[in-house]
Structure formats: C-alpha cells, structure tokens
C-alpha cells in the first residue's frame, strides 16, 4: 500500500513539530541552569516514537515520498544523536 499525500504531509508536520520540541529541550539543556530532565526524557521519547511511525511509512512510501522520508529520517537521527551527546 502506498502511503498517501496527505498522510505523508501530516507524518512530517508531526515529526517537525517533535524535532522542533526536542531541539528546544536540547536547548535547555545546555543552559546553566538546565530545564526539567523529565522534560528532556519525554522529548526523547517523542522523537523515537514518531521515527519508528517514519519507519512504517517509508515502507509503502513510493520512490519519490521515500526519498523525502529519508531525509527526514536522517534530521531525526541527527538530533537524536544530539541529545545523546548533549551539544
């Protein structure tokens, strides 16, 4: 099955919206005085809950779809990796 347009666009929408959480929480992190680690956890969880849902839809995306999922794929890695390492 192939996944749809729509479908696609809101799997993005959602992922860019963890990223974009995730990476403020990094951000917080950073600071002198760090924000809520719980808040930090979460965002992580949240960021390898919407991969693994990338994951399954990269595999009915057509040629085209896939190859923007992969990118986005690898931004999720990218922060992930981040976080990780805390830079």
Do not use: C, W
Request: hydrophobic share 40%; proline share 3%; net charge negative.
């Amino acid at each position: 099955m192939m996944a749809n347009y729509n479908q696609m666009e809101e799997l993005i929408a959602e992922i860019r919206t963890v990223m974009d959480d995730a990476q403020a929480q990094l951000d917080d992190a950073r600071r002198v005085n760090p924000g809520s680690p719980g808040d930090f956890l979460e965002a992580q969880q949240h960021l390898e809950e919407v991969h693994l849902e990338l994951e399954k839809i990269i595999q009915s995306a057509n040629p085209e779809q896939r190859d923007q999922l992969l990118r986005v794929e690898q931004q999720i890695h990218q922060l992930q990796n981040r976080m990780i390492l805390g830079i």
